[in-house]
């Protein structure tokens, strides 16, 4: 049971490349999210889809798109990169969304990402 | 804009000494919850607490919901090396549904 896996772990970009990050749960969760952590900035969220064949903007979603497979999978990705997107990004799910429910997210281990 | 805010940003003190972690806001929170972040991990879920004034104890970690549900405290009894971490609040019930993260509070425990 691997709970929320990432790959890749690590990438290195130029400015103006693309590139897609990808996200698997295993854990038959309806909901998963994108987050971006930055420091002193705490985790911000980029995309989340509630529910399988749906998704929603975050709170900065610009730069960014997203596609939600299947079930178990959510992939981000960056169409033309920039140095303001070097950033770790998590992927997170969640049994149900948060529309005004416990909402506990599972984290993945986070893809370190530098744009130069 | 619903925002968290959480103190101190950072903390460092010795092995053995008492601490506690401050999560507040001006907004209701539905639930509110506590993860702790090592370095190279992502987040992992420390409790969840909804009902206001709400206390719950994991070990040597007591947390309380504020009894208006604004507000929340991690108190870290008797500090160990292994409580080194980033600790974050996280508010559910969202304008969006989703959670509201706060910045986090780096803790740093000496041996």
């Known amino acids: 049971n691997a709970g929320v896996t990432q790959t890749p772990k690590f990438q290195v970009l130029k400015t103006g490349q693309s590139m897609t990050l990808q996200c698997a749960q295993d854990m038959n969760h309806n909901s998963m999210y994108w987050y971006r952590q930055d420091p002193g900035m705490g985790l911000r969220l980029i995309y989340y889809s509630a529910s399988e064949g749906t998704t929603d903007k975050g709170e900065v979603p610009n730069g960014y798109n997203v596609s939600r497979l299947n079930k178990r999978e959510f992939s981000l990705r960056l169409e033309s990169a920039a140095p303001s997107q070097t950033s770790v990004y998590f992927c997170?799910?969640?049994?149900?969304?948060?529309?005004?429910?416990?909402?506990?997210?599972?984290f993945g281990p986070g893809t370190r990402l530098t744009v130069l | 804009t619903q925002l968290l805010e959480q103190s101190p940003q950072f903390l460092s003190i010795q092995e053995g000494e008492n601490l506690t972690v401050y999560c507040n806001s001006s907004s209701v929170f539905s639930s509110l919850q506590w993860y702790r972040q090592e370095p190279g991990e992502g987040p992992v879920l420390l409790v969840t607490?909804?009902?206001?004034?709400e206390v719950k104890k994991l070990k040597r970690l007591t947390f309380q919901f504020g009894d208006a549900r604004k507000d929340s405290s991690l108190h870290i009894t008797a500090a160990q090396p292994g409580d080194t971490g980033l600790y974050l609040c996280?508010?559910?019930?969202?304008?969006?549904?989703?959670?509201?993260f706060g910045k986090g509070t780096k803790l740093s425990v000496k041996p």
């Open positions: 996280a508010g559910g019930g969202g304008s969006q549904g989703n959670l509201i």
């Open positions: 997170a799910s969640s049994e149900d969304p948060g529309w005004g429910s416990y909402n506990e997210q599972f």
């Open positions: 607490v909804v009902t206001g004034g």
